[in-house]
């Protein structure tokens, strides 16, 4: 059971370059998320999708796009980069979808996607 | 945009110590959880607090959920070098449409023999 997969682990772009990082899980979780992780920030949601069809702005969305493709997939799109979005990007996903209200399932998070913009 | 604090942002301890880490908000959440975090990896949940005043234990780990829902606490007994890690806070927030979980600074722990 490989839980929440992203890739690509490690990647190097050119201010202005744009590239896309892919998420899938198999847990039929609702909901998925996008979170970039900085030293000393903990960890800042970028954008979220509560189901399928659905996608919503987290803390820091300036700079991305997300498409929710199906049930599975969450990906995350950086069309033009800069060097501010260097950062170890996370997705995660929970089962927990429209319907959450008082207690927020656990997330299940991916291993991690290291991106550095020169 | 709710914040969390954690403290303190480093701990370097020997083995047997104990330490409490802390994370404190000015907002109240419907619920808290600590995660776990290993380099290279993602964080893995430790354990969810839904009720003010709540005190978890998991082994050596005491979680507790402040009064207000607005900060919580986690307490290692005995430390191990198995407990090096990064420790994040993470409050949760009902939109409407789904749950969103805010994360704390996190508190890097590392314990040596």
């Known amino acids: 059971n490989a839980g929440v997969t992203q890739t690509p682990k490690f990647q190097v772009l050119k201010t202005g370059q744009s590239m896309t990082l892919q998420c899938a899980q198999d847990?039929?979780?609702?909901?998925m998320y996008w979170y970039r992780q900085d030293p000393g920030m903990g960890l800042r949601l970028i954008y979220y999708s509560a189901s399928e069809g659905t996608t919503d702005k987290g803390e820091v969305p300036n700079g991305y796009n997300v498409s929710r493709l199906n049930k599975r997939e969450f990906s995350l799109r950086l069309e033009s980069a800069a060097p501010s979005q260097t950062s170890v990007y996370f997705c995660?996903?929970?089962?927990?979808?429209?319907?959450?209200?008082?207690?927020?399932?656990?997330?299940?998070f991916g291993e991690g996607s290291r991106l550095t913009v020169l | 945009t709710q914040l969390l604090e954690q403290s303190p942002q480093f701990l370097s301890i020997q083995e047997g110590e104990n330490l409490t880490v802390y994370c404190n908000s000015s907002?109240?959440?419907?619920?808290l959880q600590w995660y776990r975090q290993e380099p290279g990896e993602g964080p893995v949940l430790l354990v969810t607090?839904?009720?003010?005043?709540e005190v978890k234990k998991l082994k050596r780990l005491t979680f507790q959920f402040g009064d207000a829902r607005k900060d919580s606490s986690l307490h290692i007994t005995a430390a191990q070098t198995g407990d090096t890690g990064l420790y994040l806070c993470?409050?949760?927030?009902?939109?409407?449409?789904?749950?969103?979980?805010?994360f704390g600074t996190g508190t890097r722990l590392q314990v040596t023999l």
């Open positions: 995660a996903s929970t089962r927990f979808g429209v319907l959450a209200t008082l207690v927020t399932g656990e997330l299940f």
């Open positions: 907002s109240v959440f419907s619920s």
């Open positions: 993470a409050g949760a927030d009902y939109t409407g449409t789904a749950s969103k979980l805010t």
């Open positions: 607090v839904v009720t003010g005043g």
């Open positions: 847990m039929n979780h609702n909901s």
